[in-house]
């Protein structure tokens, strides 16, 4: 099953869990699947039906330009990162 890293501000509702198996071929059904074991998580990392724009979602160490629609092997390892912005316009 794949593994999906979870984010220290995310712990609070996998009760204190870094890191889960859980089943799924794509981005979407892993939450799906999350959601269901852990209530309240989709509603941290997704608006409405999209990642919040803070969000992004990396598949074995690549950051998806498909985000929930990634798709993702039995051995995959999945990050919700905080999306990194900023600096100084030229």
Known sequence: MPT???PSLLRDVTAGRREL???GTS???I???LERSYPGLKARILEGDHLRPNI???V????SAL???ERVESH???HFVAAIRGGRPS
């Open 4 to 6: 999906v890293h979870i």
């Open 21 to 23: 198996e859980v089943d």
């Open 27 to 29: 981005v979407r059904e």
């Open 31 to 33: 939450l799906d699947n």
């Open 56 to 58: 992004s979602v990396a």
């Open 60 to 63: 074995d160490g690549e950051i």
């Open 67 to 69: 985000g929930l629609s």
């Open 76 to 78: 995959s390892e999945i």
